[in-house]
Protein backbone atom coordinates (compact mmCIF):
# COMPACT_ATOMS: atom_id res chain seq x y z
CA UNK A 1 0.00 0.00 0.00
CA UNK A 2 1.50 3.47 -1.25
CA UNK A 3 1.64 6.43 1.16
CA UNK A 4 -0.76 9.09 0.53
CA UNK A 5 0.00 12.00 -1.72
CA UNK A 6 -0.11 14.14 0.96
CA UNK A 7 2.28 12.49 3.30
CA UNK A 8 5.03 12.24 0.77
CA UNK A 9 4.50 16.24 -0.42
CA UNK A 10 4.70 17.63 4.07
CA UNK A 11 7.58 15.18 4.22
CA UNK A 12 9.30 16.68 0.71
CA UNK A 13 8.72 19.90 2.01
CA UNK A 14 9.87 18.81 5.30
CA UNK A 15 12.98 17.90 4.19
CA UNK A 16 13.75 20.76 1.88
CA UNK A 17 13.00 23.36 4.50
CA UNK A 18 15.42 21.02 6.49
CA UNK A 19 18.20 20.67 4.50
CA UNK A 20 18.60 24.28 3.24
CA UNK A 21 18.56 25.82 6.72
CA UNK A 22 20.68 23.33 7.91
CA UNK A 23 23.49 23.52 5.16
CA UNK A 24 23.03 27.57 5.04
CA UNK A 25 23.58 27.67 8.65
CA UNK A 26 26.27 25.20 8.45
CA UNK A 27 28.63 26.89 6.20
CA UNK A 28 27.62 30.48 8.03
CA UNK A 29 29.03 28.58 10.87
CA UNK A 30 31.84 27.10 9.60
CA UNK A 31 32.84 30.50 8.37
CA UNK A 32 32.77 32.18 11.65
CA UNK A 33 34.78 29.06 12.90
CA UNK A 34 32.36 27.51 14.83
CA UNK A 35 31.67 23.48 14.10
CA UNK A 36 28.58 22.84 11.22
CA UNK A 37 26.73 20.83 13.84
CA UNK A 38 26.53 24.05 15.87
CA UNK A 39 24.49 25.61 13.01
CA UNK A 40 22.36 22.48 12.19
CA UNK A 41 20.99 21.50 15.56
CA UNK A 42 20.16 25.42 16.01
CA UNK A 43 18.16 24.61 12.91
CA UNK A 44 16.32 22.06 14.44
CA UNK A 45 15.95 24.17 17.80
CA UNK A 46 14.19 27.13 15.83
CA UNK A 47 11.88 24.76 13.69
CA UNK A 48 11.14 22.45 16.91
CA UNK A 49 8.92 23.03 19.37
CA UNK A 50 11.74 25.28 21.20
CA UNK A 51 10.80 28.05 19.12
CA UNK A 52 8.11 27.29 16.37
CA UNK A 53 6.17 25.05 18.18
CA UNK A 54 6.40 27.78 21.58
CA UNK A 55 5.78 30.94 19.12
CA UNK A 56 3.86 29.72 16.60
CA UNK A 57 1.90 26.50 17.29
CA UNK A 58 -0.49 26.58 14.35
CA UNK A 59 2.42 26.71 11.80
CA UNK A 60 4.10 24.05 13.75
CA UNK A 61 1.51 22.04 12.97
CA UNK A 62 1.16 22.56 9.53
CA UNK A 63 4.95 22.10 8.93
CA UNK A 64 5.67 19.47 11.42
CA UNK A 65 2.42 17.61 12.86
CA UNK A 66 1.89 15.08 15.47
CA UNK A 67 0.76 12.71 13.04
CA UNK A 68 3.04 9.29 13.45
CA UNK A 69 3.37 8.54 10.12
CA UNK A 70 4.86 11.57 8.91
CA UNK A 71 7.13 11.64 11.92
CA UNK A 72 8.13 7.97 11.29
CA UNK A 73 8.94 9.21 7.62
CA UNK A 74 11.18 11.91 8.86
CA UNK A 75 12.64 9.89 11.39
CA UNK A 76 13.97 7.00 8.73
CA UNK A 77 16.01 9.50 7.08
CA UNK A 78 17.28 11.06 10.00
CA UNK A 79 18.51 7.13 11.18
CA UNK A 80 19.85 7.04 7.88
CA UNK A 81 21.59 10.03 8.28
CA UNK A 82 22.82 9.21 11.30
CA UNK A 83 24.29 5.73 10.19
CA UNK A 84 25.89 7.02 7.32
CA UNK A 85 27.94 9.40 9.70
CA UNK A 86 29.33 6.86 11.47
CA UNK A 87 30.11 4.68 8.16
CA UNK A 88 32.15 8.26 7.25
CA UNK A 89 33.33 8.60 10.75
CA UNK A 90 34.81 4.90 10.15
CA UNK A 91 35.97 5.46 7.04
CA UNK A 92 38.64 8.61 8.03
CA UNK A 93 40.10 5.79 10.58
CA UNK A 94 43.28 4.18 8.74
CA UNK A 95 43.27 1.09 11.23
CA UNK A 96 46.55 -0.71 10.21
CA UNK A 97 48.37 2.38 10.52
CA UNK A 98 47.03 3.37 13.93
CA UNK A 99 47.95 -0.49 14.91
CA UNK A 100 51.45 0.21 13.61
CA UNK A 101 51.65 3.20 15.78
CA UNK A 102 50.24 1.32 18.54
CA UNK A 103 52.87 1.93 20.95
CA UNK A 104 51.86 5.72 22.16
CA UNK A 105 48.64 5.38 20.25
CA UNK A 106 47.23 2.80 22.65
CA UNK A 107 48.84 3.99 25.79
CA UNK A 108 46.94 7.15 25.29
CA UNK A 109 43.60 5.71 24.32
CA UNK A 110 43.26 3.36 26.52
CA UNK A 111 44.27 6.13 29.02
CA UNK A 112 41.84 8.30 27.56
CA UNK A 113 38.85 5.75 27.42
CA UNK A 114 39.52 3.96 30.81
CA UNK A 115 40.41 7.44 33.46
CA UNK A 116 37.36 9.22 32.06
CA UNK A 117 34.85 6.41 32.65
CA UNK A 118 36.29 6.25 36.49
CA UNK A 119 35.82 10.05 36.72
CA UNK A 120 32.75 10.70 34.69
CA UNK A 121 30.82 7.62 36.56
CA UNK A 122 31.46 8.92 40.31
CA UNK A 123 29.70 12.54 39.59
CA UNK A 124 27.21 10.52 37.02
CA UNK A 125 26.05 8.17 40.20
CA UNK A 126 25.39 11.03 42.98
CA UNK A 127 23.03 13.07 40.26
CA UNK A 128 19.78 13.47 41.98
CA UNK A 129 16.70 11.27 41.30
CA UNK A 130 14.73 13.57 39.30
CA UNK A 131 17.39 13.34 36.52
CA UNK A 132 17.44 9.54 36.44
CA UNK A 133 14.55 7.58 34.27
CA UNK A 134 14.26 4.85 37.44
CA UNK A 135 16.21 5.37 40.25
CA UNK A 136 16.90 1.36 40.50
CA UNK A 137 18.83 1.91 37.41
CA UNK A 138 21.44 4.18 38.62
CA UNK A 139 24.25 2.09 38.37
CA UNK A 140 23.21 1.63 34.16
CA UNK A 141 22.45 5.41 33.86
CA UNK A 142 26.13 6.28 35.63
CA UNK A 143 27.64 4.02 33.40
CA UNK A 144 26.12 5.24 29.73
CA UNK A 145 26.79 8.61 30.87
CA UNK A 146 30.17 7.87 31.65
CA UNK A 147 30.88 6.23 28.47
CA UNK A 148 28.65 9.60 26.67
CA UNK A 149 31.16 11.94 28.34
CA UNK A 150 34.40 9.63 27.17
CA UNK A 151 34.13 9.61 24.08
CA UNK A 152 36.38 12.07 21.73
CA UNK A 153 35.42 13.34 18.58
CA UNK A 154 37.56 12.35 16.49
CA UNK A 155 36.19 14.47 12.90
CA UNK A 156 36.25 17.71 15.03
CA UNK A 157 39.99 16.99 16.40
CA UNK A 158 40.55 16.41 12.74
CA UNK A 159 39.17 19.32 11.38
CA UNK A 160 40.84 21.67 13.83
CA UNK A 161 44.52 20.02 12.87
CA UNK A 162 43.32 20.55 9.28
CA UNK A 163 42.87 24.19 10.20
CA UNK A 164 46.78 24.34 12.52
CA UNK A 165 48.30 22.62 9.76
CA UNK A 166 49.15 19.88 11.69
CA UNK A 167 47.25 17.42 10.63
CA UNK A 168 50.15 15.74 7.71
CA UNK A 169 53.22 16.28 10.71
CA UNK A 170 54.25 13.53 13.05
CA UNK A 171 51.89 14.97 15.74
CA UNK A 172 49.13 15.31 13.37
CA UNK A 173 49.98 11.28 12.80
CA UNK A 174 49.79 10.09 16.77
CA UNK A 175 46.82 12.74 17.25
CA UNK A 176 45.06 10.76 14.42
CA UNK A 177 46.40 7.08 15.55
CA UNK A 178 45.58 7.70 19.27
CA UNK A 179 41.71 8.84 18.81
CA UNK A 180 41.43 6.00 16.11
CA UNK A 181 42.01 3.68 18.55
CA UNK A 182 40.06 5.58 21.42
CA UNK A 183 37.13 5.81 18.76
CA UNK A 184 37.40 2.15 17.98
CA UNK A 185 37.42 0.72 22.21
CA UNK A 186 34.66 3.66 22.77
CA UNK A 187 32.38 2.13 20.82
CA UNK A 188 33.44 -1.40 21.50
CA UNK A 189 32.70 -0.43 25.24
CA UNK A 190 29.66 1.41 24.61
CA UNK A 191 28.10 -1.31 22.45
CA UNK A 192 28.90 -3.77 25.17
CA UNK A 193 27.02 -1.84 27.99
CA UNK A 194 24.29 -1.09 25.52
CA UNK A 195 23.55 -4.46 25.02
CA UNK A 196 23.98 -5.62 29.11
CA UNK A 197 21.31 -3.09 29.89
CA UNK A 198 19.08 -3.38 27.04
CA UNK A 199 18.63 -6.95 26.96
CA UNK A 200 17.18 -7.61 31.12
CA UNK A 201 17.24 -11.82 30.19
CA UNK A 202 21.29 -11.26 30.16
CA UNK A 203 22.55 -13.67 32.59
CA UNK A 204 26.21 -14.33 33.40
CA UNK A 205 26.86 -16.92 30.68
CA UNK A 206 24.73 -15.03 28.15
CA UNK A 207 26.63 -11.73 29.06
CA UNK A 208 30.31 -13.86 28.26
CA UNK A 209 28.48 -15.16 24.75
CA UNK A 210 27.62 -11.66 24.12
CA UNK A 211 30.94 -9.75 25.23
CA UNK A 212 33.08 -12.48 22.75
CA UNK A 213 30.90 -12.15 20.45
CA UNK A 214 31.29 -8.00 20.24
CA UNK A 215 35.20 -8.51 20.34
CA UNK A 216 35.23 -11.56 17.15
CA UNK A 217 32.80 -9.44 15.05
CA UNK A 218 35.08 -6.09 16.08
CA UNK A 219 38.32 -8.25 15.60
CA UNK A 220 37.65 -10.43 12.37
CA UNK A 221 36.35 -7.34 10.51
CA UNK A 222 39.21 -5.24 11.49
CA UNK A 223 41.98 -8.13 10.61
CA UNK A 224 40.47 -9.25 7.93
CA UNK A 225 39.07 -6.22 6.40
CA UNK A 226 41.64 -4.54 4.49
CA UNK A 227 42.01 -7.70 1.88
CA UNK A 228 38.40 -7.88 1.72
CA UNK A 229 37.90 -4.18 0.83
CA UNK A 230 41.44 -4.33 -1.27
CA UNK A 231 40.53 -7.23 -3.58
CA UNK A 232 36.87 -5.94 -4.16
CA UNK A 233 37.64 -2.64 -5.62
CA UNK A 234 40.62 -4.56 -6.98
CA UNK A 235 38.19 -6.42 -8.84
CA UNK A 236 35.57 -3.25 -9.73
CA UNK A 237 38.49 -0.93 -11.08
CA UNK A 238 40.10 -4.12 -13.75
CA UNK A 239 36.38 -4.25 -14.60
CA UNK A 240 36.11 -0.43 -15.53
CA UNK A 241 33.56 0.28 -13.18
CA UNK A 242 32.82 3.92 -12.42
CA UNK A 243 34.37 6.28 -9.56
CA UNK A 244 34.05 7.34 -6.64
CA UNK A 245 30.13 5.93 -7.53
CA UNK A 246 31.90 2.31 -7.35
CA UNK A 247 33.57 2.97 -3.70
CA UNK A 248 30.28 4.57 -2.56
CA UNK A 249 28.10 1.78 -3.29
CA UNK A 250 30.30 -0.95 -1.76
CA UNK A 251 30.81 1.55 1.24
CA UNK A 252 26.82 1.44 1.84
CA UNK A 253 26.41 -2.29 0.62
CA UNK A 254 28.87 -3.02 3.47
CA UNK A 255 27.81 -0.79 5.73
CA UNK A 256 23.87 -2.50 5.51
CA UNK A 257 25.43 -5.65 5.77
CA UNK A 258 27.27 -5.18 9.04
CA UNK A 259 24.37 -3.21 10.09
CA UNK A 260 22.27 -6.01 9.92
CA UNK A 261 24.42 -8.60 11.61
CA UNK A 262 24.92 -6.25 14.45
CA UNK A 263 21.21 -5.69 15.12
CA UNK A 264 20.95 -9.79 14.41
CA UNK A 265 23.47 -10.13 17.30
CA UNK A 266 22.22 -7.74 20.01
CA UNK A 267 24.42 -5.12 19.05
CA UNK A 268 23.29 -1.84 18.39
CA UNK A 269 23.66 -1.15 13.94
CA UNK A 270 25.40 2.04 14.50
CA UNK A 271 28.35 -0.22 15.62
CA UNK A 272 28.10 -2.45 12.10
CA UNK A 273 28.29 0.97 9.85
CA UNK A 274 31.39 1.97 11.79
CA UNK A 275 33.11 -1.01 11.56
CA UNK A 276 31.95 -0.89 7.73
CA UNK A 277 33.44 2.26 7.44
CA UNK A 278 36.85 1.10 8.78
CA UNK A 279 36.94 -2.10 6.72
CA UNK A 280 36.57 0.26 3.39
CA UNK A 281 38.82 2.75 4.38
CA UNK A 282 41.32 -0.10 4.90
CA UNK A 283 41.63 -0.61 1.54
CA UNK A 284 44.82 0.95 -0.16
CA UNK A 285 43.25 1.07 -3.69
CA UNK A 286 40.88 3.61 -2.52
CA UNK A 287 42.06 6.90 -3.57
CA UNK A 288 42.12 10.20 -1.12
CA UNK A 289 40.14 12.59 -3.42
CA UNK A 290 37.28 9.26 -3.50
CA UNK A 291 37.06 9.44 0.52
CA UNK A 292 36.60 13.15 0.32
CA UNK A 293 33.94 12.80 -2.41
CA UNK A 294 32.40 10.22 -0.02
CA UNK A 295 32.38 12.56 3.13
CA UNK A 296 31.35 15.56 1.32
CA UNK A 297 28.60 13.52 0.44
CA UNK A 298 27.57 12.07 3.23
CA UNK A 299 27.99 16.02 5.15
CA UNK A 300 26.32 17.42 2.67
CA UNK A 301 22.95 15.01 3.04
CA UNK A 302 22.78 13.03 5.16
CA UNK A 303 24.62 14.63 8.33
CA UNK A 304 22.31 17.94 7.79
CA UNK A 305 19.21 16.07 8.00
CA UNK A 306 20.32 14.12 11.24
CA UNK A 307 21.16 17.41 13.35
CA UNK A 308 18.33 19.23 12.59
CA UNK A 309 15.74 16.57 12.87
CA UNK A 310 17.64 16.27 16.77
CA UNK A 311 16.05 19.71 17.54
CA UNK A 312 12.73 18.86 16.41
CA UNK A 313 12.12 15.90 19.11
CA UNK A 314 12.68 18.13 22.06
CA UNK A 315 11.85 21.16 23.55
CA UNK A 316 15.31 22.66 24.49
CA UNK A 317 13.93 25.53 26.64
CA UNK A 318 12.01 23.37 29.25
CA UNK A 319 14.67 20.79 29.68
CA UNK A 320 17.43 22.98 30.07
CA UNK A 321 18.80 22.93 32.96
CA UNK A 322 22.01 24.93 33.58
CA UNK A 323 23.27 23.12 36.78
CA UNK A 324 23.70 19.54 34.91
CA UNK A 325 25.15 21.07 31.43
CA UNK A 326 27.62 23.00 33.94
CA UNK A 327 28.62 19.14 35.25
CA UNK A 328 28.36 17.59 32.26
CA UNK A 329 30.34 20.23 30.22
CA UNK A 330 33.24 20.41 32.72
CA UNK A 331 33.20 17.01 33.96
CA UNK A 332 33.82 15.52 30.53
CA UNK A 333 36.04 17.77 29.38
CA UNK A 334 38.26 17.71 32.45
CA UNK A 335 37.96 13.71 32.17
CA UNK A 336 39.04 13.48 28.76
CA UNK A 337 42.11 15.87 28.91
CA UNK A 338 43.11 13.85 32.38
CA UNK A 339 42.66 10.67 30.50
CA UNK A 340 44.73 11.72 27.31
CA UNK A 341 47.19 13.78 29.73
CA UNK A 342 48.43 10.89 31.23
CA UNK A 343 48.39 8.60 28.79
CA UNK A 344 51.12 10.65 26.93
CA UNK A 345 52.60 11.26 29.99
CA UNK A 346 53.26 7.10 30.43
CA UNK A 347 54.24 7.49 26.60
CA UNK A 348 56.95 8.58 24.85
CA UNK A 349 55.78 11.79 23.40
CA UNK A 350 57.54 14.72 23.58
CA UNK A 351 56.84 17.73 26.95
CA UNK A 352 56.12 19.79 24.17
CA UNK A 353 53.41 18.16 22.71
CA UNK A 354 52.10 16.53 25.87
CA UNK A 355 49.40 19.63 26.05
CA UNK A 356 48.17 19.49 22.36
CA UNK A 357 47.64 15.93 22.22
CA UNK A 358 45.59 16.28 25.14
CA UNK A 359 43.55 18.71 24.09
CA UNK A 360 42.44 17.11 20.78
CA UNK A 361 40.96 14.87 23.06
CA UNK A 362 38.64 17.08 24.82
CA UNK A 363 35.82 17.79 22.17
CA UNK A 364 32.84 15.45 22.43
CA UNK A 365 31.04 16.77 19.76
CA UNK A 366 28.87 14.78 17.68
CA UNK A 367 29.47 11.05 18.92
CA UNK A 368 29.00 12.12 22.31
CA UNK A 369 25.23 13.51 20.87
CA UNK A 370 25.31 10.05 18.68
CA UNK A 371 25.62 7.96 21.59
CA UNK A 372 23.51 10.26 24.21
CA UNK A 373 20.46 10.19 21.35
CA UNK A 374 21.00 5.89 21.15
CA UNK A 375 20.57 6.36 25.37
CA UNK A 376 17.66 8.31 25.28
CA UNK A 377 15.92 6.01 22.45
CA UNK A 378 16.68 3.32 25.01
CA UNK A 379 15.38 5.10 27.57
CA UNK A 380 18.38 5.02 29.94
CA UNK A 381 18.64 9.00 30.14
CA UNK A 382 15.49 11.29 30.36
CA UNK A 383 15.43 14.27 27.91
CA UNK A 384 17.25 17.09 30.62
CA UNK A 385 20.30 14.79 30.33
CA UNK A 386 20.42 14.39 26.63
CA UNK A 387 19.73 18.62 26.06
CA UNK A 388 22.47 18.48 29.03
CA UNK A 389 24.55 16.14 26.89
CA UNK A 390 24.13 18.32 23.37
CA UNK A 391 24.70 21.82 24.69
CA UNK A 392 28.51 20.05 26.24
CA UNK A 393 29.32 18.27 22.98
CA UNK A 394 28.67 21.30 20.96
CA UNK A 395 30.51 24.11 23.52
CA UNK A 396 33.38 21.70 23.74
CA UNK A 397 33.78 21.69 20.04
CA UNK A 398 33.35 25.51 19.69
CA UNK A 399 35.95 26.37 22.37
CA UNK A 400 38.97 23.54 21.84
CA UNK A 401 39.66 24.99 18.23
CA UNK A 402 40.25 28.48 19.81
CA UNK A 403 42.35 26.80 22.91
CA UNK A 404 44.70 24.61 20.47
CA UNK A 405 45.23 27.58 18.46
CA UNK A 406 46.18 29.78 21.17
CA UNK A 407 48.90 26.99 22.76
CA UNK A 408 50.27 26.49 19.57
CA UNK A 409 51.02 30.23 18.97
CA UNK A 410 52.99 29.80 22.43
CA UNK A 411 55.92 27.90 21.11
CA UNK A 412 58.82 29.54 19.44
CA UNK A 413 58.43 30.98 15.66
CA UNK A 414 60.63 28.83 13.11
CA UNK A 415 61.03 29.86 9.75
CA UNK A 416 61.88 27.00 6.66
CA UNK A 417 63.82 29.97 5.14
CA UNK A 418 66.48 29.33 7.68
CA UNK A 419 66.52 25.28 6.42
CA UNK A 420 66.85 26.42 2.67
CA UNK A 421 69.85 26.22 0.80
CA UNK A 422 70.54 27.07 -2.86
CA UNK A 423 71.95 23.97 -3.65
CA UNK A 424 68.71 22.45 -2.32
CA UNK A 425 66.37 24.00 -5.12
CA UNK A 426 64.83 22.21 -7.90
CA UNK A 427 62.93 24.35 -10.06
CA UNK A 428 62.36 22.56 -13.02
CA UNK A 429 61.97 18.79 -12.25
CA UNK A 430 60.82 15.88 -15.13
CA UNK A 431 59.99 13.46 -12.98
CA UNK A 432 56.36 12.29 -13.00
CA UNK A 433 55.87 9.94 -10.37
CA UNK A 434 55.84 10.05 -6.44
CA UNK A 435 58.27 7.74 -5.04
CA UNK A 436 60.73 8.59 -7.77
CA UNK A 437 60.63 12.24 -6.37
CA UNK A 438 61.17 11.36 -2.57
CA UNK A 439 64.26 9.46 -3.80
CA UNK A 440 65.53 11.54 -5.30
CA UNK A 441 65.10 14.72 -2.82
CA UNK A 442 66.57 12.46 -0.36
CA UNK A 443 69.23 11.34 -1.83
CA UNK A 444 70.02 14.66 -2.94
CA UNK A 445 69.53 15.90 0.78
CA UNK A 446 71.70 13.41 1.84
CA UNK A 447 74.18 13.76 -0.41
CA UNK A 448 74.90 17.78 -0.21
CA UNK A 449 73.83 17.63 3.19
CA UNK A 450 73.73 14.78 5.39
CA UNK A 451 76.73 12.28 3.57
CA UNK A 452 75.87 9.92 0.86
CA UNK A 453 76.32 6.88 3.27
CA UNK A 454 72.82 7.77 4.80
CA UNK A 455 70.77 8.07 1.63
CA UNK A 456 69.19 4.23 1.83
CA UNK A 457 68.15 5.08 5.37
CA UNK A 458 66.50 8.42 4.72
CA UNK A 459 64.63 7.27 1.26
CA UNK A 460 63.75 4.42 3.12
CA UNK A 461 61.84 5.99 5.98
CA UNK A 462 60.89 8.69 3.60
CA UNK A 463 58.65 6.09 1.02
CA UNK A 464 57.66 4.41 4.37
CA UNK A 465 56.08 7.66 5.94
CA UNK A 466 54.33 8.31 2.43
CA UNK A 467 52.79 4.77 2.88
CA UNK A 468 51.62 5.10 5.99
CA UNK A 469 50.31 8.84 5.87
CA UNK A 470 50.08 10.44 2.74
CA UNK A 471 51.67 14.43 2.77
CA UNK A 472 49.73 15.55 -0.11
CA UNK A 473 48.32 18.71 1.15
CA UNK A 474 45.78 19.86 -1.41
CA UNK A 475 46.14 22.95 -3.91
CA UNK A 476 49.52 20.93 -5.66
CA UNK A 477 51.78 20.88 -2.65
CA UNK A 478 53.03 17.84 -0.99
CA UNK A 479 55.63 18.09 2.15
CA UNK A 480 57.25 14.46 2.45
CA UNK A 481 59.29 14.41 5.49
CA UNK A 482 61.17 11.94 8.19
CA UNK A 483 62.80 12.54 11.24
CA UNK A 484 66.45 10.77 11.38
CA UNK A 485 68.49 9.90 14.78
CA UNK A 486 71.94 11.48 14.66
CA UNK A 487 71.21 14.58 12.56
CA UNK A 488 72.49 17.69 14.35
CA UNK A 489 69.88 20.75 11.76
CA UNK A 490 66.82 20.55 9.75
CA UNK A 491 67.57 20.32 5.90
CA UNK A 492 64.68 21.16 3.32
CA UNK A 493 64.94 20.72 -0.17
CA UNK A 494 62.45 22.49 -2.34
CA UNK A 495 61.55 21.09 -5.45
CA UNK A 496 58.95 22.33 -8.69
CA UNK A 497 57.90 19.60 -10.70
CA UNK A 498 57.17 20.22 -14.41
CA UNK A 499 54.30 17.77 -15.15
CA UNK A 500 52.61 17.58 -12.03
CA UNK A 501 52.68 14.11 -10.04
CA UNK A 502 50.09 12.26 -8.46
CA UNK A 503 50.25 11.99 -5.10
CA UNK A 504 46.89 10.71 -4.15
CA UNK A 505 45.74 14.59 -2.83
CA UNK A 506 43.08 14.58 -1.07
CA UNK A 507 41.70 17.24 -3.81
CA UNK A 508 42.82 14.94 -6.36
CA UNK A 509 44.97 17.78 -8.36
CA UNK A 510 48.66 16.98 -8.86
CA UNK A 511 51.53 18.16 -7.01
CA UNK A 512 53.82 20.85 -8.67
CA UNK A 513 55.59 21.84 -5.43
CA UNK A 514 57.56 19.78 -3.16
CA UNK A 515 59.27 20.71 0.36
CA UNK A 516 61.15 17.73 1.56
CA UNK A 517 62.06 17.99 5.34
CA UNK A 518 64.72 15.86 7.50
CA UNK A 519 64.85 17.07 11.33
CA UNK A 520 66.74 15.19 14.10
CA UNK A 521 64.60 12.85 15.75
CA UNK A 522 63.47 13.81 18.94
CA UNK A 523 63.54 18.13 17.95
CA UNK A 524 59.59 17.65 17.48
CA UNK A 525 58.81 21.06 18.35
CA UNK A 526 61.07 21.94 15.02
CA UNK A 527 59.11 19.18 12.96
CA UNK A 528 55.81 20.49 13.37
CA UNK A 529 56.73 24.37 13.34
CA UNK A 530 58.42 23.84 10.34
CA UNK A 531 55.95 21.95 8.81
CA UNK A 532 52.72 23.93 10.17
CA UNK A 533 55.08 27.33 8.26
CA UNK A 534 55.34 25.70 5.39
CA UNK A 535 51.58 24.66 4.91
CA UNK A 536 50.24 27.95 6.22
CA UNK A 537 52.37 29.95 3.39
CA UNK A 538 51.62 27.25 0.86
CA UNK A 539 48.05 27.34 0.93
CA UNK A 540 47.55 30.36 -0.01
CA UNK A 541 47.16 30.77 -3.39
CA UNK A 542 48.66 33.69 -4.64
CA UNK A 543 51.66 32.54 -2.98
CA UNK A 544 51.48 28.88 -5.22
CA UNK A 545 51.26 31.39 -8.30
CA UNK A 546 54.18 33.68 -7.45
CA UNK A 547 56.08 30.32 -7.50
CA UNK A 548 54.41 28.95 -10.68
CA UNK A 549 55.73 32.11 -11.81
CA UNK A 550 59.59 32.56 -10.67
CA UNK A 551 62.04 32.06 -13.82
CA UNK A 552 64.89 29.69 -13.35
CA UNK A 553 66.84 28.63 -10.40
CA UNK A 554 67.49 32.19 -9.25
CA UNK A 555 64.00 33.68 -9.93
CA UNK A 556 62.76 30.30 -7.90
CA UNK A 557 64.77 30.95 -4.91
CA UNK A 558 64.22 34.87 -4.89
CA UNK A 559 60.73 33.85 -4.50
CA UNK A 560 61.30 31.39 -1.48
CA UNK A 561 63.29 33.83 0.61
CA UNK A 562 59.81 36.28 -0.09
CA UNK A 563 57.38 33.87 0.81
CA UNK A 564 58.86 32.68 3.55
CA UNK A 565 61.35 35.81 5.25
CA UNK A 566 58.68 36.78 7.55
CA UNK A 567 57.14 32.94 8.53
CA UNK A 568 55.53 32.37 10.26
CA UNK A 569 52.96 34.32 9.22
Not at 110 to 133: T, W
Amino acid sequence: MFLEGNYIFLFLVQVFILLLAARACGELFKKWNMPALTGEILVGVILGPTILGRFFPDLSSILFPANQIQRNMLDTIASLGVLFMLLETGLEIDFSVAWRQRGNALIIAFSGIMIPIVISFVPAYFLPDSYLISPKQRIAFALFLATVMTISAMPIATRILHDLNLLKTELGFLIVSALAVNDIIGWVVFTIVLGFFTNTQLDFIAMSIFLTAVISFAFLALFLGKKLSTYTLGICKNLGMQEPATSFTFACLLGLLFGAITEKMGIHALFGFFIAGIVIGEAKNLSEETRQIISQMVYALFVPLFFASIGLRIDFIANFDLLLVGTILVVGCFARYIGARIGVQLSSVPAINRRLVSLAHVPGGMMEIVIALIALQAGLITDKVFVAVVFSGVLSSILIGPVMKMSLARRRGISPINFMSKELIFPDILLEERNKVIEYLASKTAMMKLGSKISPKIIASALRREEDFGTGLGMEIAVPHVRMRGIKNPVLAVARAVHGIDWNSPDGLPVKYIFFLVTPEGVNDVHVQLLSSIAKVMLKKENSDMLESAEGEEGFWKVLRTLFASSPK
